[in-house]
């Protein structure tokens, strides 16, 4: 039975660390292949995640019983409210199941959170650690798609301008770069090496590069935004580390 938990929560870490790779996940076969493929596919590893993390329950209820945080009642009363959300709505069925071009609905709502709480029981410092590494490793593949279509050699998916890379919209594109420059920062913050600080920091500016190559307005306005509340953190909360202060001078400089 040991060696059988011992699989079942291997395979429950494992489909967690491929869900960063879900920006990746383009169908063609699918009307929409932008939204409807890699949600399916970030789903069905969600699916898997969470099931791993019931049956160990189940085996040990003690130590993987949900433990009580400020996140873990704040994405509870986002699902609550959500789910009243949801029976109130003009069209119940459709605020439950939304669309394949949207995605979203209640069922995203409840599938993000069975993300948290199997994330949060199942990934230990090592494994999270690899899933930002994954993270980082699909944001540069993207990348790569969007320097390609910033040269001509990969036509844009949406108009004629405006790169997307993977993603189909250059609004999500930017998004999506924003947070994984901020990821990239936020691993540069912890490295030892100053080789790898510099690394992670070139990763960071490749991103907020390609986010304004988007042309998008709204990338403009959150980055300073970004900057203020993350130096402002760093000054507050990170009294002990010098180079988390000197980041937040820095940004707050910005």
Sequence with gaps: KTIIMLFVRKLGVGALLL??????????????????GRNFFFRALVLA?????????????ARYSPRASFLA??????????????????NPSLAL???????????????????????????????WKIFFHVSLTA?????AVALLQLSGVVPIHQGELRIDGTLGNASFF????????????????????????LVYGAC??????????????????????ALLISSIAALLLQK?????????LAALAL
């Design 19 to 36: 869900t960063p790779l879900a920006p990746l996940a383009v169908y063609g076969g699918f009307l929409f292949p932008y939204t409807s």
């Design 49 to 61: 995640a969470f099931s791993c993390l019931v049956l160990m329950w189940f085996r040990e209820p």
């Design 73 to 90: 009642w704040a994405v509870g009363a986002l699902a609550a409210a959500s789910a009243v959300a949801t029976a109130l709505a003009p």
């Design 97 to 127: 199941w939304s669309t394949l071009e949207r995605m979203d609905g209640l069922v995203s709502v409840l599938f993000l959170s069975a993300f948290f709480f199997a994330a949060r029981s199942l990934l230990t410092v090592r494994t």
């Design 139 to 143: 944001a540069l593949i993207v990348s």
């Design 174 to 197: 930017a998004a999506y770069l924003l947070l994984s420059a901020g990821l990239a920062l936020f691993i540069s913050a912890g490295a030892t090496a100053p080789r790898w600080r």
């Design 204 to 225: 960071a500016a490749l991103f907020l590069f390609l986010a304004f190559a988007s042309a998008t307005r709204s990338a403009f306005i959150a980055l300073p935004a």
């Design 240 to 248: 002990h580390s010098q180079f988390l202060r000197r980041f937040g």
